[in-house]
């Protein structure tokens, strides 16, 4: 009996900036990624990398779906450069952006590998970052016409949308702290009301995606802090979960229900901080009546922190395994985060992003060999089946990410592909983990 369901659908992740290039081709107009990389005042990223050619999947991305369905891959969650397809993000629509992504939709179902879309992965246009991005209200109609745009084209081919990938990072990194484009630094009034328009964003794309698709399916890709019991008991189980969803006034933005309460459950934390709950008294109390509950939830998984049974943080002992990049590998994780998503807001859950990254290299014999993202991935999936055990709709696993490709701020120094991308050449090499995962998916999931 395999310990995942029979429909459970095995996938990879990569978002647009991050893997398409192509960053003036056919129209496209600017968005605060490359204006935020082409900044030469002020040196955000890591030795000067843009993400101006990437991967280059905006020419190969068929040579990449030829990969996927090499590797038994079954869907591939991407997202969609806004400004590819509206180059002033509200104003007239490119047709060569959207033919672009009709066809890597078509060369997917062509090969048996089922779209996941997610519409905002951070690539604002600029020209709506001039108008105040996420702070100004504005960008809630442009959203969803945005959405519903590209919905109306894609009707019938994509079943599965996520409209916001990880909103919190869009507000506390884009808004918060600047480490992200567009580099502002608000204060956390500011940051509660960008939170606030990614809710009623959210909200009016779900609408505009069933108005032109009413069989489409929309949920969101979240993330923020999870943590994990330290003794699998009753009380512990219920520590862990209060602390995953605690509102500390130094780390509330980093947190699950900041964004999901609102939209969910109609209504913010009885323990949000000072901050926000000044700007929710500036609330009109019709924006609740407008917030619309997903079809599932999407759930970013790397790590987390492990609590006792008064949930305090357990602190690591010295020489904690970790990843090239220095994240803890806590794979117990992985079951308790389905599990406290689930037991809140009662919806199906896809783990959404999920991986590591490796100092990965081709060797002599001409392979790229990376053991260590293996056993991470076996461990982190183990776990996984656990949650699938005990009842939760679990629907599906996407690996972060198919390729290696631009990693933000940290640009091309951190490696999560299952496929070796030389930035000179941009070949494509799969690894032993490609290989790994596709008898994965071949066995469902047995072989582990």
Known sequence: ???????????????????????????????????????????????GDTGDVACDSYHRFREDVALMKQHNIRAYRFSVNWARILPDGDGAVNEAGLKFYEDLVDELLANGIEPLVTLYHWDLPSALQDKGGWLNRDIVEAFGRYAGIFAARMKGKVKKYMTLNEPQCIAALGY??????????????????????????????????????????????????????????????????????????????????????????????????????????????????????PDFIGVNV???????????????????????????????????????????????????ENGQSCNDRVHMDGMVHDPERIDFLHRYLLELSKAVAEGVDLRGYMQWSFLDNFEWSEGYGERFGLVYVDYRTCDRTPKDSARWYAHVIETNGECL
């Open 302 to 352: 790397y790590n987390g922190k492990m609590v006792d049974e008064e949930g305090k943080y357990v602190e690591r002992y010295p020489g904690f395994p970790v990843t090239a990049n220095k994240w803890p590998v806590t794979p117990e994780v992985m079951h308790y985060a389905p599990l406290q998503i689930a037991k809140r807001y009662g919806l199906p859950v896809y783990i959404t």
């Open 176 to 293: 918060g702290n600047g480490v992200h484009a567009p580099g502002w630094v608000l204060s956390e009034e500011k940051v509660a009301r960008v939170f606030h328009h990614l809710c009623l964003s959210h909200s009016a794309a779900y609408r505009a995606i069933k108005a032109a698709d009413p069989a489409a399916q929309v949920g969101v890709a979240s993330c923020g802090r999870f943590t994990y019991p330290e003794k699998d008991t009753p009380k512990n189980r219920e520590a862990s979960y209060e602390a995953t969803f605690a509102l500390p006034a130094d780390d509330w933005m980093f947190t699950f229900d900041i964004f999901l309460d609102p939209i969910c459950l109609r209504k913010y934390p009885d323990d949000i901080p000072p901050a926000v709950r000044r700007f929710a008294g500036t609330v009109d109390p019709g924006d609740w009546a407008l917030m619309e509950s």
């Open 1 to 47: 009996m395999s310990r995942f369901p029979a429909n459970f659908l095995w996938g990879v992740a990569c978002a647009s900036y991050q893997c398409e290039g192509g960053w003036d081709a056919d129209g496209k107009g600017l968005n605060i990624w490359d204006e935020f990389c082409h900044d030469l005042t002020r040196p955000h990223i890591k030795n």
